[in-house]
């Protein structure tokens, strides 16, 4: 089922914007000492950086096979295998081997045996066609270089009816001027940019998906939007939002969302 192993990973050939990405997530997973990963080896654990609960909407059944793409610490790994059963299987592909590590310290001491770690890339999902019933992400396509790529990937591993199911960020507000969108998304992860509703709607039926909807449910106010670019130094942001009425445009325009669609 594994087809070439996360060749990008393995080859160091990821993009500059990739390997920022990953070197931060090393570090989040680092920063788990073992205790706490034995402590929190099912339930939540501090390295979750998720914006949504994609598995409430995903309605997993007994025997299903899931892929988690940017599975990250594992959290929603452990609730799936534990709604698949034996009888089903998941698998948590991410790029960041400090966090696959940590992921699969939980799954052994969670005892979960239908568990697979995938080392790879969203953008090049390492599994055959048509090989999985249910797609979750949470809060990891904001973070993606190529997004209709990463959506394409998606849809191919999915088999005829299969769902997709993830939790992502996107921009409310389709007439926020481009430069502010352009400065603004990063601060929430959208380091590629960001997705209105209705472009996020077009990538999907791009990708070969139907019966989609993006639901916006958690706006950003506009000071969440400050307090996080100044503790993570996008200053060229804060500069550009120094003015109120830029701030009052980027007040609940991004929001993260849940995203579902079929195949
Ligand atoms: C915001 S964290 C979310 C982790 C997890 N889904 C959660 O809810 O806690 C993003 C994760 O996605 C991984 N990631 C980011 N971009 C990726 C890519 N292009 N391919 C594979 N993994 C990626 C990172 O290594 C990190 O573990």
Do not use: W
């Amino acid at each position: 089922m594994v087809r070439a192993q996360a060749d990008e990973v393995r080859q160091n050939t990821l993009t500059s914007s990739q390997a920022a990405i990953q070197q931060h997530y090393a570090e989040v997973a680092e920063e788990v000492t073992e205790e706490v990963a034995e402590i929190a080896a099912s339930g939540s654990c501090s390295a979750d950086r998720g914006c949504g609960k994609p598995l409430e909407r995903a309605a997993l059944q007994p025997g299903e096979v899931v892929l988690d793409l940017g599975c990250g610490a594992g959290s929603e790994l452990l609730a799936a295998a534990a709604q698949v059963g034996e009888s089903g299987q998941v698998f948590g592909l991410d790029m960041t081997p400090q966090m696959l590590a940590l992921a699969q310290s939980r799954v052994e001491q969670a005892g979960f045996s239908n568990i697979k770690l995938l080392p790879g890339l969203i953008e090049n999902i390492p599994l055959a066609d048509a090989s999985v019933d249910v797609v979750i992400s949470n809060c990891v396509l904001n973070l993606c270089d190529d997004k209709p790529r990463a959506l394409a990937e998606a849809a191919r591993v999915l088999r005829p009816a299969g769902r997709l199911c993830i939790a992502d960020i996107i921009l409310v507000a389709a007439d926020l001027p481009l430069e502010t969108r352009r400065l603004t998304a990063p601060i929430l992860g959208c380091t590629n940019g960001v997705l209105t509703t209705a472009e996020y709607l077009a990538a999907l039926a791009a990708a070969g998906f139907s019966d989609a909807s993006v639901e916006p449910y958690r706006p950003y106010a506009a000071r969440t939007l400050l307090q996080r670019a100044e503790q993570r130094g996008h200053n060229e942001a804060l500069a550009h939002l120094s003015s109120t009425i830029r701030q009052r445009s980027v007040d609940n325009a991004f929001a993260a969302a849940n995203i579902q669609a079929r195949k």
